[in-house]
């Protein structure tokens, strides 16, 4: 597999945190605010997964994050994301193998975490919390069972922008950590 370069990364996520912006600019104007808010957390968990699949992949990279004889059969089966099934015939096949969000952050964050002590996460932080609860509003949204479901709260969207702002820094230390300079550097 080759890697596609940081440059590259930020133009493929890049787009999803303008994205984000938009739907900020659209709350603060205050025009058709329910939408701009929906829009908001449907922009900001399309950003984080799309950044925790790149990472995941630059995690499958031998030795680019990390050196894979530190990693186990069980974490790189993980990263390859294939589960393997044998059907009433015998015949061995493949499917994608479907992680939440939550969860596959939460395995991305112990990976790094387990070669650079810096990057790992208590996961009973407000932090964490943050996170498990952008997720839960997202849930909500998409698989909504009552009308209070369909709205994101100025509360929620300050909470949802301080993990962000998180989520970024932590992210862009990944690249200081691994190699001692930023990730726009590489």
């Known amino acids: 597999m080759s890697l596609m370069p940081i440059h590259d990364l930020l133009q493929y996520y890049g787009p999803l945190h303008d994205d984000i912006e938009r739907c900020l600019v659209g709350i603060e104007i ?5 939408y701009w808010r929906r829009s908001y957390l449907r922009c900001l968990c399309t950003f984080f997964e799309a950044r925790v699949y790149l990472l995941k992949l630059e995690l499958k990279t031998n030795d680019h994050l990390i050196s894979h004889s530190s990693l186990s059969p069980e974490v790189l089966d993980f990263l390859g994301g294939t589960e393997w099934n044998v059907g009433n015939n015998g015949e061995i096949k493949s499917r994608v193998k ?6 596959e952050l939460k395995a991305v964050i112990k990976i790094l975490g387990s070669i650079y002590p810096k990057l790992l996460w208590e996961f009973d932080s407000s932090r964490w919390t943050r996170l498990k609860e952008i997720y839960k509003s997202r ?3 998409v698989h909504p069972k009552k009308p209070m479901d369909l709205s994101i709260t100025e509360k929620e969207i300050y909470e949802f922008e301080k993990f962000r702002e998180d989520f970024n820094s932590w992210s862009a230390s990944i690249y200081a ?3 001692g300079r930023p990730e726009s550097d590489s």
């Open 98 to 103: 479907i992680v939440s969000p939550v969860d």
């Open 177 to 179: 950590e691994a190699w």
């Open 30 to 34: 205050g025009e058709d605010i329910e």
């Open 139 to 141: 849930n909500a949204l």
